[in-house]
């Protein structure tokens, strides 16, 4: 088949207006999608997006139109996905603005879900089950290994799927029937009051979750005290994750972490610079047992391979739409693997949940072969906007059963919701 369209929208939720979303470093965020559509000559569509906080949305947008050249009139594969990334991301042009990494990464992730949007749908399968069914040679030829080998060679990756070739029927039979394990951020934005931290901890136990997570790193008291008042209102067995938004060198993350720890804090997200890769190292020596979590703004596979080679990290979190797609995200899971690091998807925002719940149950299926210690971010904000939103019960994500990667907006939401001229922001 051949793509014949490629089209970008500018999408914006006003959500700053209830600071939904409010944390140490993005005190007023505008959710947003720099959203995308791949149409091709046999009537099939493909949707992607990459997610922004509002300004700068427009230079994603313009980003995804920049691989319209590269799209727009090929033949696109089915069989070689792998090489559809490669093909974008290696574009030597392109590659100059990163190279892997910024608004032309974004954009390129934006395009290749689509693309297995698209591939999801052509198959009749949810991405998550495409991947799953895929042999282990097809899995390890969708990863890009350049910059990899030195630390994963793609021999040794096939090794490790064909281990978890073995049980892949009885684990998508189980996740078919029990889902996927979440927590919820919902409760812990740095924005909402004690009483609606309290209330929406009480009832995230309440609806099944057994991890929450507070955004801190503004004021110290002021998180002891929500600290103090969530371990309260959930109880010692429910975990409780921290997540600092990169505020803090590496010293002051130390010390807040530690000042936090007594009230049980399960990781430490994002502390400083997500390129400190020897500073994340420093934290995590100091603050052991408390785990140290990041990858949201991990901006590609080589960053991913370096926290794993320094031992930086205790929870590697993968984001849907910040690298270049499913195809790098393949190869983060394996690098994960190797190293025996669970990956807990970085979601929320708008749509990253839809997205990355395909991601971690192939892994469960088909990679790690393994749920344990392992959860997906749950955030209940704009899942209305998808035609076929996530679904957690009893707190765990329901697998997906409709063909493609969840990825789809409603037409009438990217209508309403379109910057600066639909009726949400004219209003
Ligand atoms: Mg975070």
New binding site residues.
Partial sequence: MKIVALEAHDVRFPTSRELDGSDAMNPDPDYSAAYVVLRTDDGLEGHGFCFTIGRGNDVCVAAIEAHAPLVVGTDLDLGDLGGFARRLVHDSQLRWLGPEKGAVHMAAAAVVNAAFDLAGRAAGLPVWRLLAEMSPEQIVDLADWRYLTDVLTPARALEILQDAKTGRAERTEKLLATGYPAYTTTPGWLGYSDEKLVRLAREAVADGFTQIKLKVGANLDDDIRRMRLAREAVGPDIRIAV?A?QRWDVGPAIEWTKALAPYGVYWI??PTSPDDVLGHAAVRRAVAPVKVATG?HIANRVMVKQMLQAGALDVL?IDACRVAGVTENVANLLLAAAHGVPVCP?AGGVGLCEAVQHISMFDYVAVSGTADDRVIEYVDHLHEHFTDPVRIVNGRYAAPTAPGMSTEMRAASLAAHAFPDGEVWRS
Avoid: A, G, I, S
Wanted: no cysteine; glycine share 0%.
């Fill in positions: 997540d938004n997200e994002e949201e979190q970085h």
